[in-house]
């Protein structure tokens, strides 16, 4: 386990250059959001996320996080990434798209 800091700062500062260019929130899209770390940190910068995970007990923590801090626009919806890429996702729908060690996981699953 390590420290998610680092990585936050970096893609907060990428989140806030993008959202000044553009004048408004970013919509957000989470791939493999574990336990929503990265998606309620930039809904308390103004984000609007929409975050998937594979895992019912991390949709849990996710949602009881977020429960507890109704002000931030983001949800959490259980399922697999290419389901809900293909079925739920349209293009130009996001601004921003994270998926932070969860490919190798899809590759492994699927091959390269």
């Known amino acids: 386990?390590?420290?998610c800091l680092d990585r936050l700062e970096k893609i907060s500062s990428v989140y806030n250059y993008i959202s000044e260019e553009k004048g408004r929130p970013l919509k957000v899209l989470d791939l493999g959001c574990a336990q929503g770390f990265f998606s309620l940190n930039l809904a308390e910068l103004?984000?609007?996320v929409t975050?998937?995970?594979y895992s019912q007990p991390n949709i849990d923590v996710?949602?009881?996080l977020a429960s507890e801090n109704n002000n931030l626009k983001v949800e959490f919806f259980l399922g697999s990434i290419e389901?809900?890429?293909n079925e739920r996702v349209?293009?130009?729908e996001f601004?921003?798209?994270l998926g932070l060690s969860v490919f190798h996981h899809l590759v492994y699953e699927h091959g390269a």
């Open 83 to 85: 389901t809900v890429i």
């Open 46 to 48: 103004g984000a609007i």
């Open 62 to 64: 996710c949602n009881k």
């Open 90 to 92: 349209m293009e130009g």
């Open 51 to 53: 975050a998937i995970d």
């Open 95 to 97: 601004d921003l798209v």
């Open 1 to 3: 386990s390590r420290s």
